[in-house]
């Protein structure tokens, strides 16, 4: 966790209530590591307007901020993707990899964060039963038989109810990145 994680929690928080200081501070604190962040990959004037709607972005999605999660891995996961259509806009072929993360924050776990805060959304579709199912099977490692006695249901229910479960989310991110990219068409 980096040194100011917690003093940028605070200051969000403080943001979220309504304290127009803290997010002053918020900010500040933050432009200097995006323009860090954006001048070892952009040149000087890209770097400056991908800070600017970054801040932005950040501003405008303040409300999405899951308090219970780091709030560096929800600023980097906004500013990676501020740079992904920063090259896009410009036709450069660039990969940003996840774990240039501690690149702005210099915090190793963001991209683990990330993941688990998506899996956790992902699987919060679900209903209960079978997010257990998932969850005990696919991320936790348990058998099949186990989880079939846990349940109390036939070991091919189980396998049927999982495989039901991953398909139906697999069909949600679909839909869900069909409709991100024609909001970003629409965008520009």
Do not use: N
Request: hydrophobic share 40%; aromatic share 6%.
């Amino acid at each position: 966790m980096i040194a100011q994680e917690a003093q940028y929690r605070e200051w969000m928080l403080q943001t979220l209530m309504g304290d127009a200081a803290a997010y002053r501070k918020l900010l500040e604190g933050l432009t200097r590591h995006l323009r860090s962040y954006y001048a070892r990959r952009l040149d000087p004037a890209a770097a400056e307007d991908a800070v600017q709607e970054t801040l932005i972005a950040i501003h405008t999605r303040r409300a999405t901020y899951d308090s219970r999660l780091p709030f560096t891995a929800w600023v980097y996961g906004i500013a990676r993707y501020k740079l992904i259509d920063e090259y896009r806009r410009h036709k450069r072929r660039a990969t940003v990899p996840l774990d240039e993360a501690a690149d702005l924050f210099g915090h190793d776990e963001a991209e683990e964060t990330i993941a688990r805060r998506d899996v956790a959304k992902l699987l919060d579709r679900l209903p209960p039963a079978k997010r257990q199912l998932v969850k005990d099977i696919k991320l936790e490692g348990v058998s099949v038989a186990d989880a079939a006695k846990r349940t109390g249901m036939s070991e091919s229910s189980v396998k049927v109810t999982v495989h039901r479960a991953l398909k139906s989310l697999s069909e949600d991110l679909r839909a869900k990145d069909l409709h991100d990219r024609e909001d970003r068409d629409a965008d520009r």
